[in-house]
């Protein structure tokens, strides 16, 4: 049903709904809450927590007051709670000196600050007090936006469409519900958007997660099943190009390096098809190993094709190749095919990729489109696995005749997840880092000292070093408790000299603007760049020296640690800053595991010995495999789970033919015909 059917919602809005990817009732109630806001009585602000998501009640006195600082207003006025004085402090919002009137009662919402005696608050939300009244103790859902369309819109049309959409087929057999004492697919839907309190929101989590895993795994048991069966249908023999070029590099491989390239040779020499995972911490040389393999698919006459997840990455990967096999006189001729190729210039690549005159093929997502024909592909490789679904890997993959496959990932995953999760693949680990890197130094520190982070940051920009800032949030009000992307820019560009370039980039920008900021950064004609994590999978910039995270409580330590891998990768001595804005002991220990170790895998190990039942209420923590609601580390125990389900429903009925599963039958072939992934990208 389309989502023109609920009131209010008409062929624009619709068309907002449709950048969230959302054009049906059924895709909208699968559309989860990334948050929930409990709102809390308004307190005194010398009885709240410094630092603390707080309301206050007061009343403006004096005047409100706008002024325009580097191409931005700074709007500014006090309150008077009680016996208290609060300066309030908004960026870009003038309006506000129209809409708020001195002497009437207002409830402020937002972090609290102290600054000396003053107490300052920052983009707060404001509310008239019988609008906050409505809202107390309440479980408000919370919905990633998109521009023109607020949480509250989308809250609004959910609220329609749970009443429309028939959930009550429910795929999942009776007896697991059963033994695990599950909600219905119905009850569960309903209490993740609009729970009746925190423990049925814990109850239709762990449904929707199992779900999720269960699903998950049941097609990678599919696909193993299939693989195993493979013979090798580009049988290769090994090469002495790939020998020169190792004894040719100004460095030696590693042990693991080693060990790991000679599974590979021993894959594409062997009878059956390879399907192999490296696993390997940021910087251990999965690169090199790659351009290893294509080297060797390219000298046996075939061709082989290395997929990034973004353009920056993909071109950064094949100019690396490029100059290596000018370096070394390498038998191989590489193309690079992205989104942003001109239409002329993408009719020649399809050309020479059909006709076989390129032997090596790096690009990004276009690699799968229709139009690219190849002439022999035998290999495949994705960069940074973690960033693709299962069905981008296999749209690759078919674009040759049940070819070699090899896939790459710098998520530090405990080979106990990592087993479960990439059951379809051999799984090898790269687990030394080169000799030649210095360790990257760390600290946890609370908000209290982001003014010297500021000063240190300086110092090193006016060094001529480069640095990243990382926030949680695109733009503000979103969560009024967590740093965001724009709001923070223009907070930066306050407190560092007019000279230092400041920029910032996040997942909403166009694929064009992100490319040129990117590239902009790695030409350092951007000294500081704010950022989500979208630079997670970013480029190559040994000058980038220092790594400031926001909110690092808000992360999982395997996140942390990648973000932590885009510095560190020159000569000069890197930094990274986690600041918290939780003093709890507990999450502390947590990101002190990070001051402990550069080691992602020890890392990883921690961050699942210590996560727990995880905070329902703050955002994602995982940074890794893309599940929509599932965390790999908070849920292992769920993940653990639906695994032994569906290893025990396979062993009793592989081809899912019996009456009792006829609904998961159906909910599959569905689900293959329609091209779903089950893992978001």
Not at 18 to 31: A, D, G, M, S
Not at 493 to 498: D, F, G, I, T
Request: proline letters at 4%; one cysteine or more.
């Amino acid at each position: 049903m389309k989502l023109t059917a609920l009131k209010g919602v008409g062929e624009k809005t619709a068309g907002l709904f449709e950048k969230l990817n959302i054009t049906t009732l059924e895709q909208l109630v699968r559309y989860y809450p990334r948050d929930y806001e409990q709102f809390s009585a308004p307190v005194a602000p010398k009885e709240a927590g410094e630092e603390a998501l707080v309301a206050v009640a007061g009343q403006i006195y004096g005047n409100i007051a706008t002024r325009h600082v580097r191409g931005m207003s700074v709007t500014t006025f006090r309150v008077r709670c009680g016996d208290d004085e609060l300066q309030m402090t908004y960026f870009n919002m003038p309006y506000l000196k129209n809409s708020l009137k001195p002497n009437t009662p207002y409830i402020f919402r937002g972090v609290l600050h102290k600054k000396g005696t003053r107490f300052v608050m920052e983009q707060a939300k404001v509310y008239k007090p019988e609008e906050y009244a409505k809202m107390l103790d309440r479980m408000l859902p919370v919905y990633s936006t998109t521009k023109g369309l607020s949480s509250h819109a989308i809250t609004r049309a959910m609220e329609q469409a749970i009443e429309r959409v028939d959930l009550s087929a429910d795929y999942l057999p009776a007896e697991i519900k059963e033994k695990q004492g599950f909600y219905s697919l119905e009850e569960a839907v309903r209490q993740m958007h609009f729970p009746s309190g925190k423990q049925q929101l814990i109850q239709a989590r762990q449904r929707l997660v199992f779900d999720e895993f269960f699903l998950f795994i049941l097609m990678i048991r599919k696909m193993r099943d299939t693989n195993q069966a493979m013979p090798n249908r580009f049988p290769m023999i090994e090469v002495a190009d790939t020998g020169r070029l190792i004894e040719s590099l100004p460095y030696r491989l590693t042990a693991a390096q080693q060990k790991v390239w000679g599974e590979i040779q021993a894959d594409l020499t062997s009878a059956h098809t390879m399907n192999r995972l490296i696993q390997g911490d940021v910087g251990s040389g999965k690169t090199i190993l790659a351009f290893l393999a294509l080297l060797m698919c390219a000298a046996n006459g075939y061709q082989g094709a290395m997929m990034a997840p973004t353009e920056v990455l993909a071109r950064q990967h094949y100019e690396t190749f490029v100059k290596l096999a000018r370096q070394y006189s390498l038998p191989v001729r590489a193309i690079l095919l992205t989104g942003s190729v001109t239409a002329a210039s993408r009719l020649k690549i399809y050309e020479q990729i059909e006709n076989g005159t390129a032997n090596i093929i790096f690009g990004t997502h276009a690699l799968i489109q229709d139009k690219v024909c190849y002439h022999n592909l035998a290999l495949v490789i994705t960069d940074e696995q973690h960033r693709f679904g299962v069905r981008q890997r296999e749209s690759l993959a078919r674009k040759g005749n049940t070819v070699h496959v090899l896939v790459m990932s710098a998520t530090p995953i405990p080979r106990t997840l990592a087993i479960i999760l990439y059951g379809d693949l051999h799984i090898s680990v790269l687990d030394e880092l080169p000799a030649n890197r210095l360790p990257v130094k760390n600290c946890v520190v609370n908000a209290s000292y982001r003014d010297k982070a500021y000063r240190f940051i300086q110092k090193e920009a006016e060094a001529g070093r480069q640095i990243y800032v990382i926030c949680p949030m695109v733009e503000e009000g979103e969560m009024e408790d967590l740093e965001d992307v724009v709001s923070y820019t223009a907070k930066l560009k306050q407190a560092l000299p007019p000279e230092i370039q400041i920029a910032f980039l996040h997942g909403k920008m166009k694929a064009a603007e992100k490319n040129r900021i990117m590239e902009d950064f790695a030409a350092h004609r951007i000294d500081v760049l704010v950022s989500t994590t979208v630079i997670e999978v970013g480029i190559n910039v040994p000058n980038a020296t220092v790594m400031m995270v926001e909110n690092a409580e808000r992360f999982g330590l395997a996140q942390l640690h990648q973000l932590r891998g885009r510095v560190g990768r020159g000569k000069e001595q890197s930094y990274c800053i986690f600041v918290s804005k939780s003093d709890k002991p507990e999450t502390m220990k947590r990101l002190r595991i990070l001051n402990q170790s550069n080691d992602g895998f020890y890392i990883a190990g921690q961050d699942l010995k210590l996560r727990g039942p995880g905070d329902l209420f703050g955002i994602r923590q995982s940074g890794d495999l893309r599940f929509v609601l599932g965390d790999i580390f908070q849920d292992a125990a769920l993940l653990q789970c639906a695994c032994e389900w569906a290893d025990q429903i396979l062993a009793k009925d592989s081809g899912l033919q019996s009456a009792e599963y006829a609904g998961l039958r159906e909910f599959l072939e569905q689900s293959g015909r329609n091209e779903v992934d089950f893992r978001s990208i």
